[in-house]
């Protein structure tokens, strides 16, 4: 899957403190993480103007450009 990190389990716990101290072995990991955390401190006003703007009362749109979107879809 696209927000995984594939790694052995005897180096998961390297990856992880490299991961938190910021020594990161790619640009592909900051970007992946800038997308999954870098809302925090607006999801409480993003849900607010999607809430508004899905009610008709809010004309804010741009909450739906934080979306991630799954690559893999299930089969039915």
């Not at 990991?29 to 999607?50: Q, T």
Request: aromatic share 14%; proline share 4%.
């Amino acid at each position: 899957m696209g927000y995984t990190f594939v790694c052995k389990k005897a180096d998961l716990r390297k990856e992880v403190e490299n991961y938190f101290n910021g020594d990161l072995p790619s640009e592909e990991l900051l970007k992946l993480s800038d997308d999954l955390f870098g809302n925090c401190g607006h999801v409480c006003s993003d849900i607010m103007d999607a809430i508004d703007y899905y009610t008709g009362y809010g004309d804010k749109a741009e909450f739906a450009t934080k979306r991630l979107l799954p690559i893999y879809k299930p089969f039915d």
